[in-house]
């Protein structure tokens, strides 16, 4: 741990309302860490279930950041960066375990070229299967594919495959353009303080709009299979949003084309996207005139669809929040 001689990784982990796998997350740390200088960040953001608590009694040596309410996934992770000490940043999950030695070799394996910008794990399901959170970044063929009707319709086409990198065994080092934030470690020079994560991305496409950054820099990132990290999907609080953050994630979508491909391609996408919701409405009222569904069932799903529509995340910042602080990393990244 962090003792103060020279850090070679700061890691930061945002915590929200998941007391008992934060726990189980940091005690993995300690054999997860091996040999190297750690500096550990959490950033609580406004948890209710007792997290801070824990944090601060069991984990003394964490350096703790509380936040009053949930100010999201990038804000949070921005407040934490100010801090770091180390050589290298390794964005970690509070629902994560990592393997014995993991972080170590993720350390060593960046210190053996300095042309490599980052690098993740191996994750792995409770029972040991692999986890197929690692992607390419979202090109037009891909998105078509994998948010869209044509998915149900199409279930194994080469597209979704290629998108997932489902033909990749992962058994030797392997670049990856879009590496999950669920366990990233960043080279620090690359980076450009003072902001890590561009906040327009509350939740999602933040490290998407990060690895699209990186790739448009010559930046290259990599998995290494000889870290393994047991990853519970899904189950670091985006769970308690509204069906598990998927319109939130498509707005996020949205967004990134808008960024990276211009306002034509992304009205574009919200065009298409708009579309898929009409088609989807319409079969699932079908489904309700067979008696296949119930009706409030279809008003549910109407709600998703309009909030897609008209852009509205079920995430939103604190009223008091500072707008202009809100689009720090945009100002770092342009």
């Known amino acids: 741990m962090f003792q103060g001689h020279e850090v070679d990784v700061s890691i930061i982990i945002v915590n ?25 960040l959490v950033v609580d953001n406004g948890s209710i279930d007792g997290s801070p608590v824990l944090v601060a009694e069991e984990f003394p040596w964490v350096d703790l950041l509380r936040n009053p309410e949930n100010v999201g996934f990038s804000r949070a992770n921005n407040q934490a960066y100010q801090r770091v000490q180390g050589r ?9 375990e990592v393997g014995s030695g993991s972080i170590e070799k993720m350390v060593q394996f960046l210190d053996a070229d300095s042309q490599r910008a980052g690098v993740t794990a191996v994750l792995r399901n409770p029972d040991g299967t692999m986890q197929r959170y690692h992607k390419r ?55 450009m303080p003072p ?9 999602f496409y933040n490290d998407v ?38 319109i939130d994630s498509l707005i996020g979508l949205v967004r990134y084309y ?7 391609c992304a009205g574009t996408l919200w065009l298409i996207l ?47 929040m500072n707008p202009n602080l809100i689009s720090c990393a945009v100002t770092c990244r342009h």
Request: hydrophobic residues 40%; proline residues 5%.
């Open 195 to 203: 902001c890590l994560f561009d906040e327009q991305f509350p939740i």
């Open 258 to 264: 808008r960024k990276h491909e211009g306002l034509l």
């Open 137 to 191: 970044l979202p090109r037009w063929r891909y998105v078509l594919f994998s948010e869209t009707i044509l998915r149900n319709l199409f279930p194994c086409n080469q597209w979704i495959r290629a998108f997932y990198m489902h033909d990749e065994p992962f058994q030797s080092m392997t670049e990856v353009e879009q590496p999950p934030a669920a366990c990233l470690m960043l080279r620090q020079s690359i980076l």
């Open 16 to 40: 929200w309302n998941t007391r008992d796998l934060l726990r189980s997350c940091l005690r993995a740390l300690v054999s997860g860490i091996g040999g190297v200088q750690a500096q550990i």
């Open 274 to 320: 708009t579309v898929n919701s009409l088609l989807v409405l319409g079969g699932g009222l079908g489904k309700v005139l067979l008696g296949r569904r119930s009706l409030k069932w279809w008003g549910h799903e109407l709600g998703k669809r309009m909030r897609l529509a008209v852009g509205q995340e079920a995430f939103r910042y604190p009223k008091d």
């Open 209 to 246: 709009d990060l690895c699209r950054w990186l790739y448009d820099h010559g930046h290259r990132l990599f998995l290494l299979p000889g870290a393994e990290v047991m990853h519970h999907g899904g189950a670091g609080g985006v769970h308690e949003l509204p069906d598990q953050g998927i």
């Open 88 to 96: 290298y940043v390794l964005l970690l999950n509070p629902d994560t």
